[in-house]
């Protein structure tokens, strides 16, 4: 919940001067700024051909109806929203949102035409007792169970350590890359390998430009979900430009 309308138009008119085309390179890039600021930055993206993708944090469930204050998937494809965030952390303990929420959040993405980017990940007491892989393997069950297998290649999963967010505690490549392959192992053993192989799954947590590249490197991290560092132009470019290196 950072950056105005027109706070949000001066960081993106920043971002596009920094961000080439040739920084980009293989890597898809997008921006995900509160729903206020939508249609504005949507016109900094186009109007200025800048090559990042435009998405959202949230949506809601259903497409229309007496639902005061959500804001639905319809809206969102109509303002050309590619991406779409469904379950991050801070909705399922600030908001009580449930795998089950998370899970038809997902499938409202996904009939509008729109990739979920689907947060997993699990809290410190869970981690401290060692639950992280049976947390990560309920919620990313429950997202499987939700849509057909056809549809899982196109899904974006991003594993996000809640201890890691906003803490400065990044989790270490090695911790990332056991939690990414281990989503990746329940992919494959509830959809299928070839399905595995495809999806794509992304670290999030106190991601900045230093530990880029060490993060990339790791087999099963196909991509970062960005933060606070987002909010920086040039530091995001650095991100960009690091993961682009990768070649991922």
Known sequence: MHLDHLEAIHASRDL????????VGPV???VHPPFTDLRSVQSVLEGEGIPVALGAQNCAIEDAGAFTGEVSPVMLAKLHVEYVIVGHSERRALFAETDAVVASKLKAVLRNGMTPVCCVGETIDERDIGLTQERLSSQVGAVLAAVPAEAV???V?????????????????????????WIRGVVASQVGEEEATQVRIQYGGSVKAANTEELMACPDVDGLLVGGASLDAA???EIVR???RAGR
């Open 242 to 244: 690091a993961a682009a």
């Open 16 to 23: 596009g001067l920094r961000l080439q085309p040739a920084d």
């Open 153 to 155: 290649p196109g899904l």
């Open 28 to 30: 898809d890039v997008s």
């Open 157 to 181: 999963l991003a594993y996000e350590p809640v201890w890691a967010i906003g803490t400065g505690q990044a989790a270490t490549p090695e911790d990332a890359q056991d939690a990414c392959a």
């Open 235 to 237: 530091e995001f470019v």
